[in-house]
């Protein structure tokens, strides 16, 4: 079943390059069938997750708010079943309606940006949920014409930061590693990389970092078929994928400090560079200041500025990758192992434009 839907030029660019980003498909098709898979995988993974979804928002806001005034007694009309019952039936009936004026109105503005038009064909799954009638309000909003559907629903997924974006689309990995971290104990799955490279791991559980850039399996780790001790670690979502379910428990005691860590990580956020914190100090230019203020992917935060030197206690390696992009326009001024470190990068690189 083909199904034409006209994207803004924002929402088409951010599918594109999501395709590319997430590796969601490395096979050699073309773009019209990659394009078709990843707007079934976002469609079906967005249900109960995206207002575009009138009719299950609406349902979910009934179920929630009827099982809070259940808990909850009305003073006054406890006495009086029937009168309780009509009293609560009637609060409910004006959340969800004030809930489904809100997701229309959303929905309806989604709808109105228009740019390319994309050709998809839908998969059984989502064939299956369209010649249901799954969707009720959605018709009645659309006109009976699933494309407005499909749009609003792409058009809101893009509205998204990267790592909510992600979850979406990787939700079956997610729910793969989750039913194994849901385990009462702790049970050893195998995953592989992007590089081929096969890992034992522990999941504990999924945590974006402190930007919110990507999503990250914090786990303890192993390279498979070795003796090693597992260590904790965080592997970037979309760059593994499991392969195999040991079914085993762990065989070893996780060590304290490695179940420390991991809860600091899960409990506040995740620290990418796996290593502690020192002080760097770097002095700005204006220009460097100003382009610390607008990079913001692994930026370390500063913890006071004394006119143009700024003071960060973050890991050494995350100020290396960050202020590496800043060239001349931010000097390093202590630790001496990470201005030493630097200047020979810098000097290296610089003989090659030289030469």
């Known amino acids: 079943m083909q199904q034409r839907v006209n994207l803004s030029k924002r929402a088409y660019e951010i599918v594109l390059s999501d395709i590319e980003n997430f590796n969601i498909d490395k096979s050699s098709a073309g773009k019209e069938f990659n394009l078709s898979n990843f707007f079934c995988s976002v469609f079906i993974n967005s249900k109960g997750i995206l207002d575009s979804f009138v009719s299950k928002k609406i349902g979910d806001c009934a179920d929630t708010y009827y099982e809070f005034f259940s808990m909850n007694d009305i003073s006054g009309f406890r006495k009086n079943k029937n009168e309780y019952e009509k009293l609560r039936q009637r609060l409910v009936d004006k959340m969800c309606e004030a809930e489904k004026k809100r997701c229309t109105e959303h929905i309806l503005r989604l709808s109105e940006r228009k740019y390319h038009s994309v050709r998809i064909f839908l998969n059984s799954e989502l064939m299956s949920f369209v010649r249901n009638g799954n969707f009720s309000c959605e018709e009645e909003l659309f006109n009976n014409r699933f494309g407005g559907f499909m749009k609003a629903v792409i058009e809101e997924y893009c509205e998204l930061p990267y790592c909510e974006r992600e979850k979406i689309v990787l939700k079956e990995k997610i729910d793969m590693l989750e039913a194994v971290m849901n385990e009462d104990k702790p049970r050893v799955m195998r995953v ?91 002095r700005f230019t204006n220009e460097g200041t100003r382009l610390y203020n607008r990079i913001k992917f692994q930026r370390p935060l500063f913890t006071h500025k004394e006119g143009n030197v700024y003071t960060f206690e973050c890991p050494e390696l995350q100020a290396e990758h960050y202020f590496t992009r800043l060239t001349g326009e931010a000097e390093i001024i202590e630790p001496n192992s990470l201005r030493e470190r630097l200047a020979v990068k810098f000097e290296k690189a610089a003989k090659v434009y030289t030469r």
């Open 192 to 282: 592989i990389n992007n590089r081929n490279e096969i890992y034992d791991v522990v999941p504990f559980g999924i945590k974006s970092d402190l930007n919110n850039t990507y999503n990250y399996l914090i786990c303890l780790y192993r390279r498979s078929g070795t003796d090693e001790s597992f260590s904790p670690h965080g592997f970037r979502l979309s760059c593994i994928e499991p392969i195999e379910h040991s079914g085993e428990s762990m065989k070893e005691t996780v060590p304290f400090e490695h179940k420390r860590t991991i809860e600091e990580w899960l409990d506040n956020y995740f620290d990418m560079y796996g290593s502690r914190n020192v002080t760097v100090k770097v």
